[in-house]
C-alpha cells in the first residue's frame, strides 16, 4: 500500500476523549475514529489489525476442535425468557419489537441461540462432544462507555459454545479454552493475563475472567500476594469478623440532630462506626412469579451493611436477582416511609419495600441504626427482634487489607481490564431450553454447556497500552497492519525514486507485507508518523543511505540500524521480521 493512497491521516495530539495513552495512540496513528461514546469505526490500518487478530484466534479456536457458524445479531426474545437472562443484563440488553409485534433483542452474546441449534442438530451421545464458535458483532448499551475500545458498546466477541455428555467433559473443554487462550495470548504478545474468580450471571456456576492488571482498566480486582487468591471486587470475598457476643438490650430512642452520616453519627455517640448499621437505598427492578401476568414489579431496596463497610452494588443486584438497580431518590424513599438519612427497617411495612442485610449485619447485637424520624436513631437495634430481612447475603464490597478469605492475609486492590470470560452453566440453563440427549443407556438427559468469550476490540486496546513509548505504538509482528514501513526521503532526485519502487516491488514480491511513505512531505514528518503508526520494521531509503551502501533497516523497539544492499533488502528484512516474530509463536 503507497502511504498517498491511504485512508485516514495521522493526528499531532490526541482527541479530547481520549482517556488512556492506548487509546489516544489509536486515534492519533489512523487506527480508529469515534462516531459517538463507545461506538467506533474502524480505519483501513484498524482493521488490517483486526484481520491478524482474527486469524490468531481461528487457528486456536480450530486447534481444539472449534466449528466456525455465524448467528445473527437480532435474536428473538422467547429464548432469552426461558432462560431468565431476559431481564440480565438489564438496560444493557437493547428490547424492541418489529413491526408485527414480535418482541426482538439485541444479542450481547448468543448463548441461547447456539443452545437452540445444538437442540435441532444433537441427539444422541455420539454426536457428543461439540464446540461451534463465532467471531461476530455484538451490541451491549452500556451506561457508562470509557477509555476507547476498552469499555465500547459494538464490539466484535469470539464467543464459542460447548456441549457434553456430563460435567467431566465440560471440565475438559474449560481445561482446554483456558490453554487455547494462553497461546493466543503469548502470540499477541500481551503480558500479565491473569485469571480472577468472576461474577456468576444467571444460570451460571461461579467461574473466572482472564484480566489484564492496568492503571486504564475500569474492573477492580482483590488479590492476594500469600495464597493467591484472585477475584473482582464485585464477587470477591473476604474473612469478616465474629460478630460480638452479648445479650440483647432494650430498644432505646435517641435525638441526634444532624447526624445523617455514619461519620458523623459514630462522632456524636462517641461510638465506633461497626457499632452502627449503615443503610443505603436502591429503586429496582425485580422478577415476579411466573404464574401471574405482571411479570416484573419496581421496589425500593434497603440494604443493610455494618458502618464501616460500603454496599458492593453488583452483589446485591445478584442477591435479589434485580434486572435494574439504581440509587433512589428522596421521593421514592419517603414512599415507603424511609426518612433518607435516619432510615432503617425498624417499623416498615410496605409490598413495595425489601430490605436486604449483610449476613454480618444480621447476626451482630445491639446496632444503632435510624429512627425514621428527622434526628433521631434507634439504640440497640436486634435482627429477628426489633426488624427483618426479606434477604440475608454477602453483599459487602471487599476493601484494600480486607483479610484474605482463605489465609486471613491482607488483600491488596488491583485496577483492571477484562479481556475473556469461561463459563460453566448450570444445567438448569439447559434444561429451560430443553436441550437433551439420549445416552448411552437410553435415558434422556441435559446437555452440559459451556460459553467462552474473548473480546477483539479490548484485545487490541490491551496491546497499544503495552505496546507503545513516547513517539507512538510499537507494534508485534504479529498484529502489526504491515510489516515494513518504506520511507523514500524526498529530494533525493530521480534516483531514489526509483530505487524506492524497486525496493517496494521486491519487498512484496518476496510475500513482505509494506507500506510505502511516498508523500511528497518532509523525512521528520514521515519518520514520526512511521514510529506512530507502530509497524515492526522501518526501512529507509534516501541519498545517504545509497552511498553507504542500500537500505537503511531499523526494528522499531530498537535504536540500532544497518545496511542492507538493494539486491538483498527482502531478505535481510525478512531475517529481521523471523527474529521479531520468535517470541509470539507457540511453545517458545
Known amino acids: 500500500m503507497r502511504m498517498s493512497q491511504l485512508f485516514g491521516e495521522t493526528l499531532r495530539a490526541p482527541p479530547a476523549e481520549a482517556e488512556t495513552v492506548g487509546h489516544g495512540l489509536l486515534v492519533r496513528a489512523g487506527y480508529i475514529r469515534q462516531h459517538a461514546p463507545g461506538i467506533f469505526s474502524y480505519l483501513p490500518l484498524g482493521r488490517r489489525v483486526m484481520r491478524r487478530i482474527v486469524a490468531i484466534l481461528r487457528d486456536e ?45 439485541i444479542g450481547t452474546t448468543h448463548e441461547e441461540l447456539a443452545a437452540e441449534l445444538a437442540r435441532g442438530t444433537i441427539r444422541s451421545y455420539r454426536q457428543l ?49 483456558r490453554e487455547a487462550y494462553s497461546r493466543i495470548f503469548q502470540r499477541l504478545e ?6 480472577v474468580a468472576a461474577d456468576p ?41 465474629a460478630p460480638a457476643v452479648e445479650q440483647q438490650r432494650p430498644l432505646e430512642k435517641v435525638a441526634t440532630p444532624g447526624a445523617q452520616t455514619i461519620q458523623s453519627l459514630a462522632e456524636f455517640l462517641n461510638v465506633p462506626k461497626e457499632r452502627t448499621a449503615k443503610v443505603v437505598l436502591f429503586a429496582a427492578r425485580l422478577p415476579g412469579e411466573p404464574a401471574r401476568v405482571r411479570a416484573v ?73 435510624g429512627a425514621n424520624e428527622e434526628g433521631f436513631h434507634l439504640l440497640n437495634v436486634n435482627f429477628g427482634r426489633d426488624c427483618h430481612a426479606d434477604v440475608v447475603a454477602d453483599i459487602v ?44 443407556d437410553g435415558s434422556v438427559r441435559p446437555i452440559a454447556m459451556g460459553a467462552f468469550g474473548i473480546g477483539l476490540g479490548r484485545l487490541l486496546a490491551c496491546i ?52 510505502y511513505d511516498d508523500r511528497d512531505v518532509s523525512s521528520g514528518v514521515k519518520f514520526n508518523d512511521a514510529d506512530l503508526i507502530g509497524i515492526p520494521l522501518r526501512a529507509t531509503l534516501g541519498a545517504r543511505s545509497l552511498r553507504a551502501g542500500g537500505v537503511e533497516l531499523k526494528r522499531r523497539d530498537r535504536d540500532e540500524r544497518q545496511i542492507a544492499a538493494i539486491d538483498t533488502v527482502a531478505e535481510s528484512a525478512a531475517r529481521i521480521l523471523a527474529e521479531s516474530r520468535d517470541k509470539s509463536q507457540p511453545g517458545t
Open 61 to 105: 479456536m480450530e486447534a481444539i476442535g472449534g466449528q466456525e457458524v455465524a448467528m445473527p445479531i437480532i435474536q428473538p426474545a422467547a429464548p432469552w425468557q426461558r432462560t431468565g437472562r431476559w431481564k440480565h443484563p438489564g438496560e444493557e440488553l437493547v428490547r424492541f419489537s418489529d413491526r408485527t409485534g414480535r418482541t426482538l433483542v
Open 129 to 177: 462432544p461439540a464446540l461451534l464458535y463465532q467471531i461476530r458483532t455484538s451490541f451491549r448499551d452500556e451506561r457508562q462507555p470509557r477509555a476507547g475500545l476498552l469499555r465500547a458498546r459494538e464490539f466484535e466477541l469470539l464467543a464459542s459454545y460447548s456441549f457434553d455428555r456430563d460435567p467431566v467433559g465440560l471440565d475438559a473443554q474449560y481445561r482446554s479454552h
Open 190 to 195: 500481551l503480558n500479565g493475563v491473569m485469571a
Open 201 to 241: 450471571g444467571t444460570g451460571e456456576q461461579q467461574e473466572h475472567e482472564l484480566v489484564i492488571l492496568s492503571k486504564a482498566g475500569d474492573d477492580t480486582v482483590a488479590l492476594c500476594d500469600s495464597c493467591g487468591y484472585a477475584a473482582n471486587l464485585q464477587t470477591a470475598r473476604f474473612n469478616k469478623p
Open 297 to 369: 414489579r419496581e421496589v425500593v431496596v434497603m440494604a443493610l451493611v455494618r458502618g464501616d463497610m460500603e454496599v458492593s452494588e453488583r452483589k446485591l443486584s445478584r442477591a435479589i436477582n434485580a434486572s435494574w438497580m439504581r440509587p433512589a431518590d428522596i421521593a421514592t424513599a419517603r414512599a415507603v416511609g424511609a426518612v433518607p438519612g435516619y432510615a432503617s427497617p425498624v417499623g416498615l411495612r410496605s409490598d413495595d419495600l425489601v430490605v436486604v442485610a449483610d449476613d454480618l449485619v444480621a447476626a451482630s447485637p445491639n446496632l444503632i441504626c
Open 397 to 440: 464490597a471487599a476493601f484494600a487489607r480486607a483479610p484474605c478469605p482463605q489465609c486471613r492475609a491482607p488483600l491488596q486492590l488491583a485496577a483492571a481490564v477484562e479481556i475473556a470470560s469461561l463459563h460453566r452453566w448450570d444445567l438448569a440453563f439447559s434444561e429451560a431450553l430443553e436441550i437433551t440427549f439420549q445416552d448411552q
Open 464 to 515: 497499544a497500552e503495552q505496546h507503545h513509548d513516547e513517539h507512538g505504538l510499537r507494534l508485534p509482528v504479529s498484529v502489526a497492519p504491515y510489516e515494513v514501513c518504506l520511507v523514500a526521503i524526498a529530494g533525493g532526485g530521480e534516483a531514489v525514486s526509483r530505487q524506492a519502487d524497486a525496493v517496494y516491488a521486491a519487498l512484496r514480491d518476496a510475500g513482505t507485507e509494506v507500506l
